[in-house]
T-cell receptor
Framework: DTGVSQDPRHKITKRGQNVTFRCDPI?????LYWYRQTLGQGPEFLTY????????KSRLLSDRFSAERPKGSFSTLEIQRTEQGDSAMYLC??????????????FGQGTRLTVV | AQSVTQPDIHITVSEGASLELRCNYS??????LFWYVQSPGQGLQLLLK??????LVQGIKGFEAEFKRSQSSFNLRKPSVHWSDAAEYFC??????????????FGKGTKLSVKP
């Protein structure tokens, strides 16, 4: 098991373009989380999945953002019509249990998005 | 609403000196608490966690943290800092009653610099 994998590691895009990030969680982890981290801040929760079901979305997740986890394994996060304010590190995490209790999240190395 | 405060944005210590990073949380019930470390451009690595039981928890890399309910604190300590400990440290609490939701609320982080 190689841990949580995110692709790409870096993405530079022009304002207005669409981008998609992928996250491969640790095998058989039920829960998958997306966070956004801007410079000088801690990660902020965006959304999470339990298996293929998206159970919670933060108000940070505007209509331009959409996330999927179609087969309960990998997940994608798409940002449409990117804006400069979307520039951030996007972190994915997974945890091994169906419940959030008594469990820890394992993070990937993140995707650094720069919108120019 | 739950929140985490890390009062120190940046701390510098000499190599070999002791370290204490402060973390205060706001939560009505027993919190599930974590400390993560992040090296530049990388994801987050779990140092230690507190769910219940012994209020002094041991983690990796020689770190420990003490949960103090009366002070709503979960400070991170290390008796002797190594140059490789230079990084950013994040305290986090699990959102949701009893940790049921599972996503983390992070503090803004404390950047640790180590002087030779």
């Amino acid at each position: 098991d190689t841990g949580v994998s995110q692709d790409p590691r870096h993405k530079i895009t022009k304002r207005g373009q669409n981008v998609t990030f992928r996250c491969d969680p640790i095998s058989e982890h039920n829960r998958l989380y997306w966070y956004r981290q801007t410079l000088g801040q801690g990660p902020e929760f965006l959304t999470y999945f339990q298996n293929e079901a998206q159970l919670e979305k933060s108000r940070l997740l505007s209509d331009r953002f959409s996330a999927e986890r179609p087969k309960g394994s990998f997940s994608t996060l798409e940002i449409q019509r990117t804006e400069q304010g979307d520039s951030a590190m996007y972190l994915c995490a997974s945890s091994p249990r169906a419940s959030g209790k008594n469990t820890e999240a394992f993070f990937g190395q993140g995707t650094r998005l720069t919108v120019v | 609403a739950q929140s985490v405060t890390q009062p120190d944005i940046h701390i510098t210590v000499s190599e070999g000196a002791s370290l204490e990073l402060r973390c205060n949380y706001s939560y009505g019930a027993t919190p599930y608490l974590f400390w993560y470390v992040q090296s530049p451009g990388q994801g987050l690595q779990l140092l230690l966690k507190y769910f219940s039981g012994d209020t002094l928890v041991q983690g990796i890399k020689g770190f420990e943290a003490e949960f103090k309910r009366s002070q709503s604190s979960f400070n991170l300590r290390k008796p002797s800092v190594h140059w490789s400990d230079a990084a950013e440290y994040f305290c986090a609490v699990v959102q949701g009653y009893g940790g049921s939701q599972g996503n983390l609320i992070f503090g803004k982080g404390t950047k640790l610099s180590v002087k030779p």
